[in-house]
C-alpha cells in the first residue's frame, strides 16, 4: 500500500471511524475525505483538514468528533433500491406471513442500516398499495441507523426532488407524498406504520421484537468479516424460524457463519435460520 | 432499442440522447409533439419516448393523448422528462398514458432507475 499522499492524519481518521462504525475505510477513501469533511472544517472555523484532525485528536470525544465519523459514512440509498427484493417481499414473503401471522396479526419490520428511510418508506407502500388485509394489524417498521443526522432524516420524512425522481414509481409519488415546496413529504398513511431510532449495529443492540422481515442491506459491506460475523450471529436472535434476513447484493452469509440457508427468490435471494426446529 | 427524445432545447436532448446511447438505444429527435407525432406516424418502430411538457407546436401532455388514441402505439412506453412537478399536473400525465414521469433536474442513475421500472434492460449500473 503507498502511503498517503495527504498531508492530514488519515490514519487517525480511518481509526475513530472504525472504533465507532466498525467501517474500514479503504486507502482510495483518502481522497473523498477532503470533499466530505470540508464542511465541518468550515464550521469549525478550522484552517485545513490538517489543523481540524490534529485538533480533534488532542481533545476528548465531543460533537464534531462524531460529525467526522458520520460525515465518512456512506448513505447512498434510494427507492425501491435493486427492485427484486420488493417484487419478492410483494409476490412471496408478504403472503406468505399473511397466513402464517394471522393468529397475532401482527408483523415487524426492520430497516437495520435505513439511511434517509427510502427502505423503509418502499417496504410502507408495498404493504398499503397490496394488502389491503393487512389493514386491522399492528404492523411495525422500525428504520435504525447510526447516523444521528439520518435518523432525524427518516423522522421528518421530507425528500427532495432528485430523491424521489429515483426508483419511485410516480403514481406512489403522487399517492403518498406531499409536496411542500421542493421537496417532497411521506403522508401519514405511511409514517405512522414507521418508527426509527438510532442504533450501532457494530455495538451492543437495545431491546428489539422479534422480527419477521430484516433488511440488512448495503451496509455489510463496509464492514470487516470479524463484524460481519458478530452481527450475523447477534441477528439470528432476531430472527423466528420462517423470517427473513435480506442482505445487499453484494453481501451474503456465506463463508461467514453457517447458520442461514438462503432462499431462492427470481433473480434475488434472501436468507433463513437454518434450523427450522428450534423456535416455533 | 429505439427511443423518441421530444424536447424542445437541444441541450437536453444532446444530454438525453448521450445517456440512452450508453445504455443501448438508438435515438431519433423531434423538438415538437407535433413533430414527434409526425415521426411516429411514419415509423413506430420506437419501443420508448422521452417527452418533454412544455414546447411549442403540440406540448408533451397533448402528445401523450393522441398517442394514446392510437392502437399502432400501445406499446410505446412513454417517459415524461419535465420541469413541471405540480402534483396536478403528474396526475394528468399519469392519467393520459404516460407510463412513467421524471422532473428535470435529473441525473443518469434516475433515467436507468426509470427506464427499468419501465422494464427496460438497462444492463448493470456503472
Ligand atoms: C449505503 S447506506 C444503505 C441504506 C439502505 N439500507 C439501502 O440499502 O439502500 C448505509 C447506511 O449504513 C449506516 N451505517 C454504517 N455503519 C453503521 C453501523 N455500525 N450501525 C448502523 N448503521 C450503520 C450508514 O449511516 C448509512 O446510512
Known amino acids: ?280 | 432499442m429505439r427511443a423518441l427524445i421530444v424536447d424542445d432545447s437541444t441541450a437536453t436532448r444532446f444530454i438525453l440522447k448521450s445517456i440512452l446511447k450508453e445504455i443501448g438505444f438508438a435515438t431519433v429527435e423531434a423538438n415538437s409533439g407535433a413533430a414527434a407525432l409526425h415521426k411516429l406516424t411514419e415509423d413506430s418502430h420506437f419501443e420508448l419516448a422521452l417527452v418533454d411538457w412544455n414546447m411549442p407546436e403540440m406540448n408533451g401532455y397533448e402528445f401523450v393523448v393522441a398517442v394514446r388514441q392510437v392502437s399502432t402505439f400501445a406499446s410505446l412506453r412513454i417517459l415524461m422528462v419535465t420541469s413541471e412537478t405540480d402534483v396536478e399536473q403528474i396526475t394528468k400525465a399519469i392519467e393520459a398514458g404516460a407510463n412513467e414521469y421524471l422532473m428535470k433536474p435529473f441525473t443518469k442513475d434516475a433515467i436507468r432507475d426509470k427506464l427499468q421500472m419501465l422494464g427496460f434492460d438497462v444492463g448493470t449500473h456503472a
Open chain 1, 1 to 280: 500500500m503507498l502511503a498517503s499522499p495527504v498531508s492530514f492524519d488519515f490514519d487517525y481518521l480511518r481509526r475513530i471511524v472504525r472504533e465507532k462504525t466498525a467501517i474500514v475505510l479503504e486507502a482510495e477513501k483518502v481522497y473523498l475525505a477532503e470533499a466530505k469533511l470540508g464542511p465541518i472544517v468550515r464550521r469549525s472555523g478550522s484552517a485545513s483538514l490538517t489543523d481540524l484532525l490534529r485538533d480533534l485528536r488532542s481533545q476528548p470525544w465531543g460533537a464534531t468528533h462524531q460529525q467526522v465519523v458520520e460525515a465518512m459514512t456512506n448513505n447512498e440509498t434510494s427507492f425501491f433500491r435493486d427492485l427484486y427484493p420488493y417484487e419478492a417481499l410483494k409476490n412471496r414473503m408478504l403472503p406468505e406471513l399473511l397466513t402464517k401471522r394471522a393468529h397475532v396479526r401482527e408483523l415487524n419490520i426492520w430497516s437495520a442500516a435505513s439511511s434517509s428511510g427510502q427502505e423503509a418508506a418502499s417496504i410502507a407502500m408495498v404493504i398499503r398499495e397490496n394488502f389491503r388485509a393487512l389493514d386491522g394489524w399492528k404492523i411495525r417498521i422500525l428504520g435504525t441507523d447510526i447516523a444521528a443526522e439520518m435518523v432525524n432524516r427518516c423522522k421528518e420524512g421530507l425528500f427532495a426532488q432528485h430523491e424521489v425522481n429515483r426508483g419511485l414509481p410516480a403514481q406512489y409519488l403522487v399517492k403518498y407524498f406531499d409536496r411542500v415546496g421542493l421537496h417532497w413529504r411521506l403522508k401519514p398513511i405511511l409514517s405512522e406504520m414507521m418508527e426509527f431510532r438510532q442504533m450501532n449495529l457494530s455495538a451492543l443492540w437495545p431491546n428489539l421484537p422479534t422480527m419477521d422481515i430484516v433488511f440488512l442491506r448495503n451496509v455489510l459491506i463496509y464492514f470487516d468479516v470479524d463484524t460481519k460475523r458478530t452481527i450475523l450471529t447477534r441477528m439470528k436472535s432476531m430472527l423466528r424460524p420462517d423470517s427473513y434476513l435480506l442482505l445487499g447484493g453484494a453481501e451474503t452469509t456465506l463463508n461467514i457463519v453457517d447458520d442461514y440457508e438462503r432462499v431462492d427468490f427470481s433473480k434475488f435471494d434472501a436468507y433463513r435460520l437454518k434450523n427450522r426446529s428450534s423456535k416455533a
